[in-house]
């Protein structure tokens, strides 16, 4: 491992230091599967990028002395507003995968949205702690499938499923097709389907998808998924207005404005810019959330003040569990609720209720306030 005596012993200060141990700790393949996007990567830069061009309108002399960073989802108390998103095969991060993950999440008192990818079973993380938890969740050609994993997470004690909505097909990631990357079989669909779908082209990842997934998916079968579970359902993969009223038509239980962390269609919009016209679209009907490029408390900050009831962080929690296990995970989840802690100090907000959309200010803003 190219690293000097001591390298790795200093304790990280923020996300993008994990991100490094990350890197140094991985094997190429996997960082890279982890790290990469979709084509030119355009996306995957403009995700983090976007938010460094929103800026704060702070208040001060308001009393700060009492920070309240407490919400609820979907009626589940949660002590910030920051979940950890879905992402695939984290024992290729750490051994102890996915089970990890859910006790950091525990212990951090938030939710973990289960991949549907995961390397442990939906029953081995429901067993690794009392938590609330939700499951993601793909449409296979196979319905059948599909109906089963349903079935399990609801017996397993999973509170909601989140459906994704962006990956008909899977995107072009090129660092995956160049590595020939090789997923393991996932566990979760042990006697269901086999993984073993062999591609010269490249990665086996995109052959498997392409086979599986149901590419015809529509919004009617939203319908047919409500009728198979009574979880609530909520969709992610949307960053458009028309997007946002057929999810409220089709009874979503909430959006995550999301482009699937730019690893599906490059140069789709960074989600911190597409977040405000998803909010104004559902009039406040559901609630929406966002995921894609979080990496300080502030822009957990800026997405509240767009309109986002919570965050939903991926890529971090795997750098925190490649470098430092269920420890780091819980590490960048605190790091992440500390930064928002202190970004509402310092912008004289009390309270979440306290986080306006006059707190920030965005280019368009800017643009409006020159004309």
Not at 179 to 188: D, E, R, S, Y
Not at 231 to 260: F, M, Y
């Amino acid at each position: 491992m190219s690293m000097f005596p001591g390298e790795m012993a200093a304790e990280p200060v923020n996300v993008n230091e994990f991100q490094e141990l990350a890197r140094l700790t991985l094997p190429k393949m996997y960082y890279d599967f982890y790290s990469g996007g979709a084509e030119d990567q355009q996306t995957l830069k403009e995700n983090v990028e976007a938010f460094s061009r929103i800026t704060f309108r702070p208040r001060v002399l308001v009393d700060v002395s009492r920070i309240d960073t407490s919400t609820s989802i979907l009626s589940y108390n949660i002590s910030a507003p920051i979940i950890i998103a879905p992402t695939a095969i984290h024992q290729m991060a750490h051994p102890e995968g996915e089970v990890a993950t859910a006790r950091a999440a525990a212990a951090c008192n938030t939710i973990m949205v289960l991949s549907y990818s995961s390397s442990c079973t939906i029953e081995e993380v429901a067993a690794s702690c009392n938590a609330v938890r939700f499951y993601q969740l793909y449409v296979y050609k196979r319905r059948d499938i599909t109906r089963t994993l349903v079935n399990r997470a609801e017996r397993n004690g999973f509170k909601a499923i989140v459906l994704t909505a962006d990956t008909p097909r899977l995107g072009r990631r090129e660092k995956d097709i160049k590595n020939k990357m090789i997923v393991p079989p996932l566990k979760n669909l042990e006697g269901l389907l086999t993984a073993k779908v062999v591609s010269d082209a490249g990665s086996n990842l995109e052959a498997f998808a392409n086979e599986t997934m149901d590419a015809s998916l529509c919004w009617e079968d939203i319908g047919w998924l409500r009728f198979i579970t009574n979880l609530p359902i909520l969709i992610k993969g949307i960053l458009t207005r028309e997007d946002a009223k057929k999810a409220v038509q089709a009874g979503a239980a909430g959006i995550i404005v999301s482009n699937h962390g730019a690893r599906q269609l490059d140069y789709s919009p960074a989600t911190i810019s597409a977040l405000e016209e998803v909010v104004n679209a559902v009039e406040g009907k559901i609630p929406v959330f966002m995921d894609g490029g979080v990496r300080r408390g502030t822009d957990v900050f800026k997405a509240l003040a767009l309109g986002a009831k919570a965050v939903l962080v991926g890529r971090p929690v795997i750098y925190g569990l490649a470098a430092k296990g269920e420890h780091g995970v819980r590490r960048v989840i605190e790091m992440l609720k500390d930064e928002f802690e202190l970004a509402m100090a310092l912008s004289g907000c009390p309270s979440l209720k306290h986080i306006t959309r006059n707190h920030v200010r965005t280019e368009r803003d800017r643009l409006h306030s020159m004309l």
